[in-house]
């Protein structure tokens, strides 16, 4: 019953979150043609809530980027598309014509694919909503700067939370990590290298998580930059994105390691016998670190748990081993720095919290 009530929570808290953006809109729409309308003294202000809507549209952390591109999109296809019409008339041809100098003028001046995509859209919007001879650019380019304006205000003062999305990328990156780690050391101490091949292969499809967690980290550092009300997230965001580009690396490390891992266990490489037992440490530290950023803690625990095994790395591991389980034994001392760096260790501490290998082996 618990576990049934919680799935329902979440999934009523997931479907509040995905309302967000509809409230946003509609709120947007309607106060941009409000202004443009009764307070601007325009007629008809329709670029006014267009605008709003397409700038709530695009992604946080690209937001004040896009808004600037959508008014001078808007412009440009605004301005072209006034002063063609108004000499050639409408119809098929004319709109053709408008669509390909406004959109060739927006490229020419060095524009995005944004800027490209607004001048065509308002110069057909132009060309087929208002007679021939109708000029009016700079009103319909005051709606579109309105509009855009309150989107930014629209997202300023009613945001979500951007904790949520970051937690929730972020555990996920995280979670990879563990797993992988965790598989592996489950790969070695068993002999099977068919099971390493597998989780090198899991492994390197988690790019699209780093890449969601980072557009999260974007969006959610945006919010808290803009938005009053979210100002006390900055501090926990900030942790999360010192932490991403160190937990990027860290994959990237465990992929070599992975795939070192099956080479040696194909070539019958000696397995040191501490090996499994770190890499399952190691994936306990990278669960601290989850669980510790998500609640908004400083990562002291994970911190501790992974000098410790950065500290155990130093003995016995490399005696008698094979080329590739010595680049094993090298890519779990680089995952450790990783995770230290992440969990807000300079480059230098981190470093000097790894003691030099020894070889040979020790008692246990």
Not at 192 to 208: M, N
Request: glycine fraction near 8%.
């Amino acid at each position: 019953m618990n576990r049934f009530a919680e799935e329902a929570m979440e999934g009523w808290s997931r479907l509040l979150r995905s309302l967000v953006p509809v409230f946003q809109c509609s709120i947007a729409a309607g106060v941009a043609w409000f202004i443009a309308f009764h307070v601007v003294g325009h007629e008809r202000p329709f670029f006014a809530p267009i605008a709003a809507v397409i700038s709530l549209g695009v992604s946080f952390g690209e937001r004040l980027r896009r808004m600037a591109e959508l008014v001078i999109g808007v412009s440009v296809g605004i301005l072209v598309g006034d002063l063609l019409i108004a000499v050639i008339g409408s119809g098929s041809w004319q709109v053709s014509l408008v669509v390909v100098l406004a959109m060739s003028l927006a490229i020419l001046l060095n524009g995005g694919t944004v800027i490209a995509m607004q001048a065509g859209s308002s110069a057909v919007l132009i060309a087929t909503l208002l007679p021939p001879g109708v000029v009016g650019g700079f009103d319909r380019f005051i709606d579109a700067l309105v509009g855009g304006l309150v989107g930014l205000l629209v997202a300023a003062t009613l945001p979500a939370d951007p904790l949520v999305v970051v937690h929730q990328k972020g555990r996920v990156v995280l979670g990879v990590l563990a797993d992988a780690l965790r598989s592996i050391s489950v790969a070695v101490s068993i002999n099977d290298p068919d099971r390493a091949a597998a989780v090198l292969s899991a492994a390197r499809e988690s790019q699209d998580a780093i890449d969601e967690f980072d557009s999260a980290m974007k969006a959610g550092a945006e919010i808290a930059k803009i938005s009053p009300i979210r100002w006390s997230r900055r501090k926990a965001i900030s942790r999360y994105q010192r932490a991403a580009e160190r937990l990027d690396h860290a994959l990237r490390n465990t992929r070599v390691l992975a795939r070192r891992a099956e080479g040696a266990l194909r070539d019958g490489e000696r397995v040191p016998e501490r090996l499994p037992i770190l890499l399952e440490q190691l994936a306990g530290a990278v669960v601290l670190l989850r669980d510790e950023l998500s609640s908004g803690q400083e990562p002291l625990q994970a911190r501790a748990a992974t000098k410790r095994v950065a500290e155990l790395s130093a003995t016995e591991l490399t005696g008698g081993s094979g080329f590739s389980m010595r680049v094993v034994v090298a890519q779990l001392r680089s995952i450790c720095v990783d995770l230290l760096q992440a969990s807000g260790l300079s480059r230098a501490e981190s470093v000097e919290a790894l003691p030099p290998l020894r070889s040979g082996r020790v008692d246990e």
